[in-house]
């Protein structure tokens, strides 16, 4: 149930709303909107009757929530979420680029791929410190020292920085260091996670799961604002499917059903729904047209190289030619589209 204020409603008449949704031993979260204020019923095991709230002073409608996720949909809260991140505003109708190497894996290397990607165009840097490899014997990633080598990052280019947390164990490490906080495919239902997330001051990026449906991806989403961090981006990235001629398969569909879903931002990462380089540029430009908040693209300076992921990776020279095309085909949406 959502309860829709008067745009005149008084501070008092919200607190007595409030106040009658806690006496029912419900949960009630008010959502400031632009103009009134809506306050979220929650927890609620069963239907909530509207004559409840109808006649109490200030209350315009109360209107049932018909979705099994609440907090992340739009029949809760309308607008479009926007997040802040330094002097990079997420969901307001502009592109976000996000670019770096799969994981951290010198300073050197990591400062020399930045410089690039902040060069053509990049608003963020990526790189993994900590990562979650198919196999135990492969590069696991640099830990702490890889966040320090982003904290230095940021402080050399004024990129802000994405990495993912992998467990509780090392939530406030990741937390103290980053500017997002990713939560990968194989994490997107480590519930544990979601809820440390949810209690997290920082944004989170959650990735969606390799073969999550919609809805378990916006139920994920749920557990981390219903813990009341609402600074929430989602990220398409592939799923699994019977194809070969790539490692996942970008699910470009859910970008119109999460836009009509959920207020929240979404991005695609076409680097890990393709797996070969060659296909990263054509699925950015498809996402960029199917209406994404922004992009994150796997980017190396020299990939043959690269301790994971590199023949996903894109040269610093492809990853000009992206941002190029991709802010050409963002901009011919600005003046074609009236998005939602
Ligand atoms: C990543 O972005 O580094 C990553 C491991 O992605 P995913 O969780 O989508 O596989
Ligand atoms: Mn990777």
Same mark, same amino acid.
């Given at each position: 149930m959502l309860i829709v204020m008067e745009q005149s409603a008084t501070a008092q008449q919200i607190q007595s709303v409030v106040r009658v949704i806690e006496a029912s031993g419900w949960v009630a979260r008010p959502i400031p909107g632009g103009e009134r204020v809506s306050i979220g019923v929650l927890n609620n095991k069963g239907p909530v009757d509207p004559a409840a709230f109808l006649g109490l002073p200030g209350v315009k409608d109360a209107i049932p929530v018909t979705r099994p996720y609440k907090l992340v949909s739009r029949e809760l809260k309308s607008e479009n979420t926007t997040i802040r991140v330094g002097p990079v505003t997420i969901g307001d109708g502009s592109l976000t680029l996000i670019a770096g190497p799969c994981a951290i894996e010198s300073e050197e290397r990591a400062l020399e791929i930045a410089r690039q990607v902040a060069d053509a165009g990049a608003h963020l840097f990526r790189g993994g410190a900590y990562k979650p490899r198919t196999s135990p014997y492969t590069f696991q990633g640099l830990g702490e020292k890889g966040l320090e080598i982003l904290a230095k990052v940021r402080l050399e280019t004024g990129l802000p920085v994405i990495t993912e947390v992998m467990d509780d164990e090392t939530f406030d490490l990741v937390e103290a260091y980053t500017d997002i906080i990713q939560i990968g495919t194989r994490n997107m239902q480590n519930f544990s996670l979601l809820r440390r997330a949810g209690r997290a001051t920082k944004p989170v990026m959650l990735k969606r799961g390799m073969s999550a449906t919609l809805d378990e991806w916006l139920m994920a989403a749920e557990y981390i604002l219903q813990g009341g961090n609402t600074q929430v981006i989602l990220c398409e990235r592939g799923v699994r499917t019977f194809?070969?001629? =790539?490692?996942?398969?970008?699910?470009? =569909?859910?970008l119109p059903v999460v836009r009509k879903e959920s207020h929240l931002p979404i991005f695609v990462d076409p680097s890990h729904a393709a797996g070969r380089r060659h296909q990263v540029i054509p699925l950015s430009r498809a996402a960029v047209a199917a209406n994404a908040d922004g992009l994150m693209v796997e980017v190396h300076t020299e990939p043959e190289k690269a301790l994971s992921d590199g023949a996903q990776s894109l040269y610093p020279h492809q990853f000009r030619q992206l941002c190029r095309q991709a802010r050409a085909i963002s901009d011919v949406l600005k003046v074609v589209v009236d998005t939602p």
């Open positions: 194809v070969q001629h =790539s490692r996942n398969t970008l699910d470009l =569909s859910a």
